[in-house]
């Protein structure tokens, strides 16, 4: 059984801060790792796809992935309120159909 | 692009009654989902299709069928729906299942409630 955990939060953090949302996996050949972000009544959307160990940075966004680990982590810089949601992180290995994890709420306040 | 389109956007059955979940996907994505997520809970995997005539289960295929004639279309069918099944609804698409090539596109969502 394939299991990527995720701690459910809520993580609250002020406005202006850094978010720091961590995820583990259980499968030891995944691939690609994802992360999604989801408001309340809304479909999930990709914020961030990582692949390779090491950082990668998209604006106020950095994801970190660590495989002998077996974790991946996302970075929210100078959290804003519109960032409230919550972050699914997904794994996929040998067989390309991605696990995802509960998800955790980020609650960003002024 | 429309991207990936569900529909109803919510639907309310009786238990025993049937339904049809509509997706369509307009960017030529090979792989499509279905996902169920219930309130708090992640997304659990009902069925998959890594191309057209190509179906199989995911995790909770239990109480669900789908087909796949079209690289576009992926109908989710409900028979003999009961109050297990409310739940909301995503589909999702993506170009192929290889790293650099899966990230998933969603859909609106469908919110099926089961009386």
């Known amino acids: 059984q394939k299991e990527v955990e995720q701690n459910s939060g809520p993580l609250s953090v002020p406005e202006g801060a850094i978010a720091s949302l961590n995820c583990t996996y259980s499968?030891?050949?995944?691939?690609?790792f994802f992360w999604y972000r989801q408001y309340s009544g809304k479909s999930p959307e990709l914020i961030m796809s990582?692949?390779?160990?090491g950082d990668k940075e998209d604006g106020r966004f950095t994801a970190q992935l660590n495989k002998a680990s077996q974790y991946v982590s996302l970075l929210i810089r100078d959290s804003q309120p519109s960032d409230s949601a919550t972050y699914l992180c997904?794994?996929?290995?040998?067989?390309?159909?991605?696990?995802f994890g509960r998800g955790t709420s980020l609650i960003v306040h002024p | 692009n429309a991207g990936v389109t569900q529909t109803p956007k919510f639907r309310i059955l009786k238990i025993g009654q049937s339904m049809t979940l509509q997706c369509t996907q307009d960017?030529?994505?090979?792989?499509m989902y279905w996902y169920r997520q219930d309130p708090g809970m992640g997304l659990k995997l009902i069925y998959y299709?890594?191309?057209?005539?190509?179906?199989d289960k995911g995790e909770v295929p239990n109480g669900y069928n789908v087909s796949r004639s079209t690289t576009e279309d992926f109908p989710l069918r409900l028979e003999l729906a009961a109050p297990s099944q409310t739940s909301v609804y995503f589909c999702?698409?993506?170009?192929?299942?290889?790293?650099?090539?899966?990230?998933?596109?969603f859909g609106p969502g469908t919110r099926l409630t089961v009386l």
């Open positions: 960017m030529n994505h090979n792989y």
């Open positions: 999702a698409s993506s170009y192929d299942g290889l790293a650099g090539g899966n990230e998933q596109f």
């Open positions: 990582i692949y390779s160990n």
């Open positions: 299709s890594v191309g057209a005539g190509i179906t």
């Open positions: 997904a794994v996929s290995g040998g067989s390309y159909i991605p696990t």
């Open positions: 499968d030891r050949v995944s691939q690609s």
